[in-house]
C-alpha cells in the first residue's frame, strides 16, 4: 500500500509551526480526537488516568496505518492531510487536525505508544520514549489507538502551570462534549480513573444531547436543520446550520451550554454563540441562557482555520451575513414551541429582615400599579420611581440569606430518598473539585457514576427548600469563574436569585407594599446581588418637559 504520508516543505512548516506547543492534557486529547476522526472512525473511546499527565489513551476504529506511515507519523512536520507545497492552500484544508506535527510534538513532552493497523495481517507498534522510537509487531483489528503516558514529566513548570486535577479532567470532559455534539454520528466514551463519565452513542444529535445531559433536556429540544444563501463576493453561498437547541424552560446561568461547531470542529466564537443566544430572543429570562449546540457550514473559501495556534478559533469572512442566518435559523425553529418560562411567583415577603440603622428609602412610597408584572410604579412626592420586582425581591432574599448563615453553614433540608441529579461529566468534576465549599453551602452531593450526582440534603434558609435547578446554577457559577475571589459569596448571590419573583408574577397591592418594605431594610437596597440596579427615578420635570408643560403641574 503506498505511503499516505508526506513531510512538508519548509514554507509550509513556517506558516503552521505556531501549533506544535502542548499546553496541557485538553490539548493532547484534541490532537488525538481530530486525527482519529480524520482517519473515518465511527467510535472513539477516551480513558484518562488522574489530571491526564499519568496517561491518557484514544482509541479508534479509523482506517489505520501502515508500519511505514506510523514510523513517518511521529517525525516531525509530516502529515496526510496536506499535499508536500500546501502552503499556498492552508485555508482550503478540510479536515479537522491538519498540522502533521501533532504527535511529533506530544512525542516532544511525554512518553507515547501507538498500536495501529490499517487492514493488514499484523499491526504495529510503535513506542517513542526519550525521543527514541522503537517498532514491533501487535496483534489488532483495524483502527488506532495511541497511548500518552508522563505528559511533561521533563517539564517541571509546565505540569505546575496546570489546575487540579478535576479542573484539567473538567477541561477534557467539556471538549469530548463539544465533539459529539460537533460530530453527533460518531460514538463517543470518555473513562475517568477507570469509571465511564460520558457515552454518546453516535445515533445523532439527540444522543448527544443525552449523554452530556440528561433524559429530561433531551426530550425538551428540538432538531433544527437550516439552508440559506448569503452574499458573497462573486454572487452567493449556500450556507448549511444544523443543532440542537433544547426549549426555553430548560436553561443554564451561564452561556458555556451554547456550543459552537464550524465544518464538525469545534471552536470557540463569541459572535456566534451569540447569534444563538440572540435567536431565543425574549424567550429567555434576562439572567439565563440556554442549552444549544450549532454546526454551521459556511460557503467554501469563507473559513480560515488556522487563526488559532491551538484550533479553538476560525476567520469568517462575511461574519454579519452568518450571524444574522444563524440568528434567524434558530428564532424560525423555536416559533412553533411554546416553551416560555412559567415560574410560580415566590412570595415569601412576610418574613421581616433585621433592621439597620438608618431611614427607611422607601417607607413614603404609595404603590400605584405595575407595569408588564415586572416593574412596580411608585408615587415619590415630585417623582416616579420604577422598582425592577425580581431584583429588589433577590436583593432581599440575598440579605436574608446572608444573615441566616452569618458565619456559620447554611441550613439544609434532608431529602428521603435521596435525589439522582444528571449533569455534564464537567459539572460532575466541578462537583468534585468543590465538594467542601457545596457542603458548606448546604448541598450534599456525592457521584452516583458517569454524570450523575446523588444529592442527599440541600439549602433551606429561606423559607423553601432549594431544588436540583439550584444545584445546576450554583454548579454553572463555580464554573464561570476559574478563581472567584469569593466563592460563597457568588453562590449566595445564585441562591438568592433561584426563589426570587420572575418576569409574569403579579403581585397583589399587599404583596407589593411588603416587598419595599423588605427592600427598605436591606443595607444596599439599591442593587441587586449581581449589581443591577433595584430602582430608576423619574422627576416630575422630566415627565413636563415631555409633554411640553413648562414648570408648573397646573399649566
Known sequence: MPSQLTRLDDATVAKIAAGEVISRPARV????????????????????????TDRIRVEDDGHGLSRDDAELAVQRHTTSKLPADAGASLTAVSTLGFRGEALAAICDCATVELVTNDGDAAGTTLRVENGEPTVADAARGQGTTVTVTDLFADRPARRESLAGPAAEFSRISDLVADYAFAQPDVSFSLSHDGTKTFSAAGGGLRDALLGVYDADVARNATVVEHATDIDIEGGTGSLDLRGILAYPSVTRATRE????SVAGRPVSDSGLRQAVIDGYGSLLPGDQYPIAAVDIEPPAGVVDPNVHPAKQRVGLRYRDAIEAAVETAVSEALSTADARRADAAATDLTTELDSVDRTDPFADLRVIGSFRELYLLCEDDDALLVIDQHAAHERVNYERLQATVADDAIPTATLDPPESVSVSPAAASIAEQHADLLAYLGFDVESFGGGTLRVSAVPAPLGRVADADALRTTLDALAAEESPANPRDAILAELACHPSLKAGAELSLEDAEQLLERLGECEQPFACPHGRPTVCSIDETTLAAGFDRGSTRFE
Open 257 to 260: 451550554h451554547v456550543r459552537i
Open 29 to 52: 486529547v484534541s490532537e488525538l480526537v481530530d486525527n482519529a476522526l480524520d482517519a473515518g472512525a465511527s467510535r472513539i473511546d477516551i480513558a484518562v488516568a488522574g489530571d491526564g
